[in-house]
């Protein structure tokens, strides 16, 4: 007695299997590929947070005329560091005469995945009293 059937699969069955195999893959890449472009646009935005942080960090406190000071880096951010004089009250001891305050923002730009993102923090410092600097 002799069984007359075949084994294995037919051309049709491992067409429909590769092309799902392929469709899977490439969704696969698409997320892959996502993920690490997105990890790539985190890492600048904290970067750029920091480097703001810096900026304002460093400032303890202007000169009467002001800052004004921009700048580039290297690998594509541009920040700059504005003071313009500040109107509100600051402190409990706020007295008639005022204290002189400046308001101090940071900004940092830079391109990532095709469009341009900014970060902006601002803070409020004392005008440097030139009659009190030592020489």
Do not use: C
């Amino acid at each position: 007695m002799t069984k007359n059937s075949t084994q294995g699969f037919s051309l049709l069955e491992v067409l429909v299997a590769l092309s799902i195999m392929a469709l899977s893959l490439g969704v696969l890449y698409q997320a892959a590929g996502g993920s690490v472009r997105n990890a790539a646009h985190l890492e600048r935005h904290a970067y750029a947070v920091v480097m703001a942080e810096g900026l304002l960090a460093r400032t303890q406190a202007t000169p009467p005329e002001g800052i004004s000071a921009s700048a580039e880096t290297p690998d594509g951010f541009r920040w700059s560091l504005i003071s313009t004089p500040y109107a509100g009250r600051v402190g409990a001891r706020d007295s008639a005469e005022g204290w002189p305050f400046h308001g101090l923002r940071a900004e940092v730009v830079w391109e990532s995945l095709g469009r341009e993102h900014r970060v902006t923090l601002e803070t409020v410092v004392p005008v440097l009293d030139q009659t009190k600097v030592s020489r």
